[in-house]
Nanobody, 123 residues
Framework: QVQLVESGGGLVQAGGSLRLSCAASGAEFDTIAMGWFRQAPGTKREFVAGISRAGDIIYYADSVKGRFAISRDSALKTVYLQMNSLNPEDTADYYC????????????????WGQGTQVTVFS
């Protein structure tokens, strides 16, 4: 079983930045590909970014390309989502997800989820 714990959410003004963290345990970190998803009230959960287990293949949703960056630290068993140039449309609950596989692509199935962290961007 993989356990995921997110942190780093909060309230930020439009144009600002936040960095989300997701600490993983319960599995060898280099066997799991990791992703970030988000869900705003009244909407479906959507893929935000994904990083392969080796850290060499990265996917982003078009809506965050050029503003968000996903990365992973094997020593800390943590994946990050650096979010810059935030706007109110980025307001959502953000979830970390993991899968046993090489990549974390938008259409992959993720079997493990964190509890979520809330991000609110005000103008």
């Amino acid at each position: 079983q993989v356990q995921l714990v997110e942190s780093g959410g909060g309230l930020v003004q439009a144009g600002g930045s936040l960095r989300l963290s997701c600490a993983a345990s319960g599995a060898e970190f280099d066997t799991i590909a990791m992703g970030w998803f988000r869900q705003a009230p009244g909407t479906k959960r959507e893929f935000v970014a994904g990083i392969s287990r080796a850290g060499d293949i990265i996917y982003y949703a078009d809506s965050v390309k050029g503003r968000f960056a996903i990365s992973r630290d094997s020593a800390l068993k943590t994946v990050y989502l650096q979010m810059n140039s935030l706007n109110p449309e980025d307001t959502a609950d953000y979830y970390c997800a993991a899968r046993f596989g090489v990549v974390a692509a938008p259409r992959n199935d993720f079997g493990y989820w964190g509890q979520g962290t809330q991000v609110t961007v005000f103008s």
